[in-house]
């Protein structure tokens, strides 16, 4: 992703959190991050092969799968 398509989401996702504040809907933002933290989970389980804990630092993910693997 170029700099500037960078910038432009950044952009737009201020907007859209600032859109959702203004008209009282800061579920779908919540709903939003819960998604994030869901997918997230998903991947660190799947980057560990399974030994992933909540527990764990996103630091102790990256040392996992870049030293453990």
């Given at each position: 992703?170029?700099?500037?398509?960078?910038?432009?989401?950044?952009?737009?996702?201020?907007t859209?959190?600032?859109?959702?504040?203004?008209?009282?809907?800061?579920?779908?933002i919540?709903?939003?991050?819960?998604?994030?933290?869901?997918?997230?989970?998903?991947?660190?389980?799947?980057?560990?092969?399974?030994?992933?804990?909540?527990?764990?630092?996103?630091?102790?993910?990256?040392?996992?799968?870049?030293?453990?693997?």
């Amino acid at each position: 992703m170029s700099e500037e398509n960078g910038i432009d989401r950044e952009k737009f996702l201020e907007t859209l959190v600032s859109d959702c504040i203004i008209a009282h809907q800061e579920s779908i933002i919540v709903k939003l991050i819960v998604q994030l933290e869901k997918d997230y989970h998903e991947l660190a389980e799947l980057g560990t092969m399974g030994k992933y804990t909540l527990d764990w630092t996103h630091q102790q993910v990256l040392d996992y799968i870049t030293k453990e693997l």
